[in-house]
């Protein structure tokens, strides 16, 4: 019986980690944030009143078995000057299956069996108007997602408008996992939404399960300006309740000065860098290796795969 993993985040990041980690003997249940309000999928949740569909589509596509030019079709965006302009195909058909059946896991349930996803895709919750709020260092709410991630300010505080109603299948599967994953990706946008439930930290509480965090490879502007790794784990251990975060996994790539600067000056942002001593004070097991590689579109990421059998080492480790 394979061993069972909750993977929890949004956005790019979780979906590239499952790209690898899909082939590995786990039984993974990917809970995704619900709360992004740009681009399509803002475009889509204003005009049918859904939760957001996007990171959904990102995820399914990711764990899909099919053929490459379906994944690129579902991952299509509209260039046109009608209203479908940035609309991407999986968001549509998500918001389609989403208008038949009512439910976005049942929606979820059948393109996962349309696109050979062997694994679980929940969403964090299926209420239609989650609003994530932020609060920066002068007191000021901005309210949506999209919002907070261009404000480019000093977040502070990160809330729900209106608390969330969790999935119960999303508490299941935290109280039968053996490895529970907060993803990299934005820590205000991606894994905190999923945090900052009261159910979950309820569920996280009483897990049998370690946590771990894999961090990000650069911080992000405005949010973890001059971030270490284990600043990442201390604001994450903040929103927290009980239980904190036990091992992290962190990549010691040396990263060229010349993609640092390229980084740097076009999306102000700075490697993540290991300090060890605050790790070792923290009390957190640190697992590091050479894990960052330059993607074919000139931009740093995670080798998924490296990443992934470093996740299963772990787990068979404990």
């Known amino acids: 019986m394979y061993k069972k993993v909750v993977v929890m985040g949004g956005g790019t990041g979780i979906s590239y980690l499952l790209k690898g980690l899909k ?7 990917a809970v995704i944030t619900v709360s992004d309000n740009g681009r399509s999928t803002g475009k889509l949740r204003e005009e049918f009143h859904t939760p957001a569909v996007g990171d959904i589509r990102k995820v399914i596509t990711n764990l899909s078995q099919i053929d490459e030019p379906i994944k690129e079709m579902m991952s299509y965006r509209f260039k046109t000057s009608s209203d479908l302009d940035g609309h991407a195909v999986g968001n549509l058909i998500l918001t389609a299956m989403l208008e038949i059946t009512g439910s976005l896991k049942e929606s979820i349930n059948h393109l996962s069996k349309l696109l050979d996803v062997r694994h679980t895709v929940l969403p964090i919750s299926e209420d239609s108007d989650l609003t994530l709020m932020g609060e920066d260092e002068h007191g000021n709410v901005i309210e949506g997602e999209d919002q907070i991630t261009h404000a480019h300010r000093h977040i502070q505080k990160i809330f729900y408008k209106n608390e969330p109603r969790v999935l119960p299948e999303v508490i299941d599967a935290i109280k039968k996992a053996d490895l529970i994953i907060f993803s990299m990706g934005s820590l205000y946008t991606s894994i905190l939404p999923n945090i900052i439930c009261k159910d979950v930290q309820k569920a996280l509480n009483n897990a049998k399960a370690p946590i771990m965090y894999l961090s990000n490879i650069v911080t992000q502007p ?37 993609m640092a600067k390229k980084y740097e000056s076009e999306e102000q942002k700075d490697p993540v860098l290991i300090d060890y001593e605050e790790l070792e004070k923290i009390g957190i097991e640190l697992i590091e290796d050479d894990l960052i590689m330059i993607d074919t579109d000139n ?9 992934s059998s470093l996740i299963f080492s772990y787990l068979m480790r404990k």
């Open 23 to 29: 082939d590995f003997p786990v039984d993974i249940t």
């Open 222 to 258: 405005g949010e973890t300006d001059g971030f270490s790794v284990g600043d990442h784990v201390k604001l994450l251990n903040r929103y927290l309740d009980k239980k904190k975060v036990d091992v992290v996994i962190a990549s010691n790539t040396k990263i060229s000065e010349k």
């Open 299 to 307: 931009t740093l990421k995670h080798n998924s795969l490296k990443l």
